[in-house]
């Protein structure tokens, strides 16, 4: 796989609390600089993201009921409605965890339907078509959660699952710490359960070459992070 393809699976992503104007300009520069699929903001950054980056190649994604997905659904579907008629061309919304932890996976199917149902016909109104990523945070969910969480996004119609926020705290039974980001099995397993013709996001934790190849080997076909240029200058054909 080329430096170039590889590229264009990268969503460049900065969501920290603390972003400002300018380094949002900057992450806009490098991704138009590296051909990158998007830059990944916090809504209030999207009207900025889709300025800079008209008529440019990377698209504008955003997160919605990010980091908890514990908003009601109304709320998400407003916000992503909003957003797509702000610029943005993709939506990484949360699902309702704690739905998927009790194993109601009607009310999570019913959650990202809503989204998906706003953006559509936001995206009509834009004359364009978004889509939609559903984070279901694998690190707060078993292999069957996962599975059925899964299925929930593709049977809504999103355009994609993902991995993780990035933001969650697991920890074990002692109260240690667990790994919250993009996991290889993880990866495995939902594209095992969604198909081949189904979007695949791994994001958290992909800091180097290294890590992005064993995820795209596992059935990744886009990446969120906050290392693309380091990921992109050191990856080797």
């Given at each position: ?37 998007s830059v990944c903001v916090n809504p ?65 199917q019913e959650d990202i339907a809503a ?13 364009k078509k978004a889509l939609v990523k ?104």
């Amino acid at each position: 796989m080329t430096k170039e393809e590889v590229c264009k699976m990268i969503d460049h992503t900065l969501l920290a609390a603390t972003a400002t104007k300018a380094q949002i300009l900057k992450i806009c520069q490098q991704a138009s600089e590296y051909s990158f699929a998007s830059v990944c903001v916090n809504p209030v950054w999207v009207p900025l993201a889709a300025k800079e980056l008209q008529g440019k190649t990377p698209a504008v994604c955003t997160v919605i009921g990010f980091p908890l997905g514990a908003e009601k659904s109304q709320v998400k579907a407003f916000a992503a409605k909003e957003a797509v008629l702000d610029g943005a061309d993709e939506i990484d919304m949360v699902i309702n965890i704690g739905a998927a932890k009790e194993g109601d996976f009607d009310a999570v199917q019913e959650d990202i339907a809503a989204v998906v149902q706003a953006v559509k016909e936001a995206g009509a109104q834009k004359g364009k078509k978004a889509l939609v990523k559903v984070i279901v945070e694998t690190c707060y969910l078993t292999d069957q959660e996962i599975e059925g969480a899964c299925l929930a996004a593709k049977k809504a119609g999103a355009d994609f699952v993902k991995t993780s926020t990035g933001f969650g705290t697991p920890k074990d039974a002692a109260g240690n710490p667990l790994p919250n980001g993009a996991q290889v099995r993880h990866v495995q397993l939902m594209r095992k359960t969604v198909g081949p013709d189904m979007g695949v996001k791994a994001s958290g934790g992909i800091r180097d070459a290294a890590a992005a190849r064993a995820l795209i080997e596992a059935g990744a076909n886009r990446l969120g992070c906050s290392a693309g240029v380091a990921i992109a200058e050191s990856w080797k054909e």
